[in-house]
């Protein structure tokens, strides 16, 4: 009898959690892309998602991208969190110094502003220093310098200088621009770091190794963390527009941190 009760109970929270997930879409509208849940304002057809803004393309692999373009979805919060994947930039050379590859990646998002708090700027490297700037939202350029000498000077999970460098991003930015360049193209490191490395990286997702000063090379993207919200106004304002005011029953309104909404 109390082994039925469990599976009772189990299949209860299991049919009321399902329940829930699809409360958080709009009736009739897809609440999930793979193993990710959807929630409204997001969606993966016009008349699932407020805009376009919000538009979730889902791949026949079950892949969530952002808006239709590149930018890979890993989840959706409805505290107004979404974690994506952004490119790690490189800039490698050979044993006589001479560059043999690299990149420079950028990510412009007009709604979704980099978040402040939950991510970090890295570099790589021990003859490394990387820039990131961004032009929509706040206007801003920082940098990070990575540099060391031998592997024997490395130390593990430290990210303060030597060969691993972080430092914070602005408020109320929504593009990045990162550049990678070297002081002396990794010649006297080459054999052990004959790259650098960058990237915009989620809080507690990526903890530096010496091993990363070759194996980063095998790692195109790494999770990093967006913000949403909706509209451009504060909830006083917003409460002002009944017909418009998105928070109804079953929601609560909180102002946006981190630009508009």
């Avoid at 329940?19 to 008349?47: D, K, Q, R, V, W």
């Amino acid at each position: 009898m109390a082994l039925a009760l469990v599976l009772i109970l189990l299949v209860a929270i299991s049919a009321a959690a399902a329940t829930a997930e699809a409360e958080l879409a709009l009736p009739g509208c897809a609440t999930h892309c793979g193993n990710m849940s959807i929630p409204y304002p997001f969606g993966t057809t016009p008349e699932c998602y407020l805009n376009e803004e919000f538009f979730i393309s889902c791949n026949s692999t079950g892949h969530a991208l952002l808006t239709g373009g590149s930018i890979a979805v890993l989840s959706i919060s409805v505290s107004g969190e979404l974690r994506v994947l952004s490119w790690v930039a490189r800039d490698c050379y050979n044993e006589s110094g001479r560059g043999v590859g690299g990149n420079d990646p950028w990510m412009r998002l007009s709604k979704f502003p980099i978040s402040y708090t939950r991510n970090k700027f890295m570099t790589v490297g021990c003859d490394t220093y990387a820039f990131i700037e961004g032009s929509l939202g706040k206007r801003y350029k920082t940098g990070c310098l990575s540099l060391c000498e031998s592997i024997g000077g490395v130390t593990d999970g430290s990210c303060s200088g030597i060969c691993c460098c972080q430092t914070t991003i602005p408020a109320n930015v929504r593009s990045i621009n990162i550049s990678l360049s070297s002081y002396y193209n990794y010649v006297g490191v080459w054999d052990f770091n004959p790259c650098g490395f960058a990237f915009v990286a989620e809080d507690g997702t990526y903890n530096f190794s010496s091993t990363d000063l070759q194996d980063l090379r095998n790692i195109t993207r790494i999770p990093t963390v967006l913000d949403w919200s909706i509209g451009d106004e504060d909830c006083e304002k917003a409460k002002e527009n009944v017909t418009s005011y998105a928070c109804k029953e079953n929601s609560y309104c909180y102002n946006s941190d981190n630009g508009p909404g």
